[in-house]
């Protein structure tokens, strides 16, 4: 598995730096600090490229910085290693209030420090001069070497679809502390806390790494990779729900079970700092302690020259509590370091795997501009059914789709079902199964489970198939068997059946397999998750769909890109709701369907288009033609990030604004009108994060069942709040985008 390596002894650096040199002594190798050039910290990186690189400095003779010109991270590393300083340099903050230990694990049942100094006398805040009257933990593990490197890829991400961004990896530097123990039970450990801070983004990951040598096995019961003593947000007396964390974003790939960052973050822990007696709050309860860890486990035992590998933690600084400028600065955390989150397919979903009807559906994609067939949930395909004739069937669909320029793909359900008792997760309260996040699930790491994505490996390699959509992708589940040979027991059940899930995707990832997955899998090679609905609400009269469907685009673009998003289109019936509620036969809804495809394809968000055909009539085919033409005229800007305008109420124009600086289309607006009847409106536009500042070049389009228009351009000057006014007039029920240069 991915986070349990073999390693040679030979790698250890800290033995050459014993041997022949102190810790002062390379730290004097560096570059000094003072004579760093910082970014031009007057560019708002969110709207200018910064090009001062990540580098890796010397402050005087006992600190070392990583520093983007951005954000800096300064650490004390005599007479130990502590963080002294995480610093926003654009408005100057800096977060920390006091020193901790880089790090803590609980190995063979002993909980151990890793770095820190011990001694300050108060946490309220932090005086340079405390910090040469500081001392160590004789208990803790002790710093003997450090190390410089460039960053390395997450994983092997094979690009072989459009993708709004292609620069990967990114660009930047990684340092890692590597610590030892003289107590004699730690003889042969080696703790190794790395960072990394990327180019043009005040944004840096960390985690850990464990090696072992010599002859004994050592358990990894529990691990903290973060513990950052940093700044109250908010002071308050009393303490109550909602008190305000510090202004940092903190992620972690070890997330799942939801289809947004914030509620899929297991890990992440606001926490009172009781060496913080000082504090305003009576019941000394503010969240001002950041502890990042895994709600259980890992458990993994390691023997005689293994490497273990914790999760990787990523800290994003915003400069505002503005919400789109937060939320512009996550996304673009995610188009930095997961790229493959931009590749952004147009596809169907079809609902039959008959060869001649899949055959038809690639032909339609084809005349209509569609680019990927996914074989649907229902549609008959199984993905675990490794046997010569079915590979036979789909490798021949998969070859005919490619000889026509389409990719193919399916679905596979691994949760939400019950296998039997002995591969199924076992309650630890029950003893049974059952009780599992989504009722029944069987367990990854039984032979069931290890089965079954050997199966799965052996169907996309036989087949050639271009996607998986992963329907139950592991939620989260812990298992307290003790039978099943992927885990132990339940202290490494929930770790071990991680693990397999990203070594799986990462897998994906090298073979060029897009990857669907309804959980928060961005970090480790999801591309897309839903956007956020109601499945019932597919159900409901068709004219309802559009609005709430436009709703749901609104809400789930705050901190995803429009591409780690799908939402749906019921050509066919889904969960009820009967001929109202479907759009099938096509050209008899011909007017709904343009509803959806245009503020679909208007928002660069991908819906699943669910059914046995795209077309129906010559006409319905134009209408799907002229959206997808003109998305794939302007898709790299509808793919762009998004400014939200006015979200849909039903009641008057709503819409989004899509921005980019960096291209000809620095900003296309779509707005749309929810009414009965034409409106004419003055709306402002808000053209900062276009990076326009005097004048802006505005183009004026529209549709009519297969046909664009566009006006010719007109000049606007922007007012001091970089907005424009535009007049457009909205057709009843209907939309206009507004394109910007």
């Known amino acids: 598995m991915k986070h349990l390596l073999r390693f040679g002894l030979a790698i250890f650096p800290f033995i050459a730096l014993a041997q022949n040199e102190t810790l002062p002594q390379k730290l004097a ?71 901790k230990p880089e790090a803590e694990l609980v190995m063979d049942g002993d909980t151990v420090r890793i770095g820190g100094l011990l001694g300050q006398p108060e946490y309220g805040y932090l005086l340079p001069e405390w910090l040469d009257t500081l001392s160590t933990d004789s208990t803790a593990f002790h ?43 730690w003889h042969g450990v080696t703790v190794v806390v790395h960072y990394e801070m990327y180019d043009g983004i005040p944004l840096l990951s960390k985690w850990l790494s464990v090696k072992i040598e010599g002859h004994k096995e050592l358990k990894i019961n529990r691990f903290t990779s973060e513990i950052l003593a940093v700044r109250e947000e908010e002071s308050s007396v009393d303490h109550g729900p909602g008190l305000m964390t510090p202004n940092l974003l903190v992620q972690t790939d070890y997330a799942f079970h939801d289809m947004s960052s914030r509620f899929s973050n297991q890990c992440v822990r606001w926490l009172p700092d009781p060496d ?38 990523w800290e994003l600084s915003f400069d505002s509590h503005d919400r789109e400028r937060k939320g512009l600065a996550e996304r673009r955390l995610y188009r930095t370091i997961a790229p493959w989150a931009t590749e952004n397919p147009i596809f169907m979903h079809l609902t039959s795997t008959d060869s001649e009807v899949v055959k038809t559906a690639i032909d339609q994609c084809v005349e209509v501009g569609f680019e990927m067939v996914i074989l649907s949930f229902g549609s008959g395909l199984s993905m675990e059914d490794a046997n010569p004739a079915n590979i ?17 793909g399916g679905y596979s359900l691994f949760s939400s079902r019950r296998i039997d008792d002995e591969n199924d997760v076992i309650n630890p309260a029950t003893g049974r199964p059952g009780g599992a996040i989504f009722g029944n699930a069987p367990c990854l790491c039984s ?41 132990d027991g339940l202290d490494d ?102 509803a959806h495809l245009w503020q679909n394809f208007g928002s660069g968000v991908q819906s699943c288009y669910r059914g046995p055909r795209l077309f129906d009539t010559e006409e319905t085919k134009w209408v799907v033609q002229a959206a997808v033409n003109w998305y794939k005229n302007y898709r790299q800007i509808l793919n762009s990030d998004i400014v939200h305008l006015r979200r849909p109420d039903g009641q008057d124009w709503d819409g989004i604004l899509h921005v980019n600086p960096n291209l000809k289309e620095k900003g296309l607006a779509m707005l749309y ?36 228009v566009e006006s010719v351009p007109k000049s606007y000057s922007l007012n001091r709040f970089f907005e424009i006014e535009v007049e457009v007039e909205i057709p009843a029920g209907g939309y206009v985008w507004v394109v910007i240069e």
């Open 673 to 708: 009108n929810p009414l009965k009847v034409n409106i004419l409106r003055k709306i402002k536009l808000p053209l900062y994060y276009t990076g326009l500042t005097d004048v802006a070049q505005v183009r004026m389009g529209s549709s009519a069942g297969s046909s664009t």
């Open 29 to 99: 190798q560096l570059p000094d600090y003072q004579f760093f050039t910082p970014a031009d910290t007057e560019k708002d990186w969110l709207t200018h490229p910064i090009a001062t690189p990540t580098t890796v400095l010397r402050d005087g003779e006992k600190s070392i910085v990583l520093t983007n010109g951005l954000l800096l991270r300064r650490w004390r590393i005599a007479p130990d290693v502590a963080t002294t300083h995480l610093t926003l340099l654009t408005n100057g903050d800096n977060y920390v209030r006091g020193v």
């Open 143 to 185: 710093c003997v070497d450090f190390e410089v490197g460039e960053i390395e890829p997450l994983l092997d991400w094979k690009q072989n679809r459009w993708s709004g961004e292609k620069n990967y990896p990114p660009r930047g530097k990684r340092l890692s502390f590597f610590y030892q123990n003289e107590n004699e039970k």
């Open 276 to 313: 913080y007696s000082s504090q305003v709050n009576y019941q000394r309860l503010t969240p001002n302690l950041l502890s990042v860890g895994p709600p259980l486990g890992p458990g993994v035992t390691l023997s005689p020259g293994d490497e273990w590998e914790s999760f990787r933690t």
């Open 447 to 487: 032979q069931w489970g290890i089965r079954y994505l050997d199966n799965l490996r052996k169907f996309i390699t036989a087949t050639g198939f271009d996607l998986l959509e992963h329907d139950g992708p592991y939620p989260g589940d812990v298992c307290a068997s003790k039978n099943h040979p992927g885990h």
């Open 493 to 594: 059940s929930q770790w071990q059946q991680w693990d397999s899930s990203v070594e799986f995707y990462k897998w994906l990832r090298e073979t060029g397999v897009y990857l669907n997955a309804p959980d928060w899998y961005f970090l480790n090679g999801g591309s897309k998750t839903g956007i956020g609905y109601r499945e019932v609400n597919w159900s409901l009269p068709r004219d309802r769909q559009i609005m709430l469907g436009r709703q749901n685009i609104y809400d789930g673009t705050w901190t995803k890109l429009p591409s780690m998003g799908w939402t749906f289109t019921p050509l066919t019936e889904y969960q009820g709701g009967g001929a109202i509620a479907t759009l099938e036969p096509l050209d008899e809804h011909r007017k709904e369907y343009r």
């Open 392 to 408: 036979q069937k789909f490798r021949e669909l998969v070859g005919y789709a490619h000889s026509k320029g389409i990719q193919l």
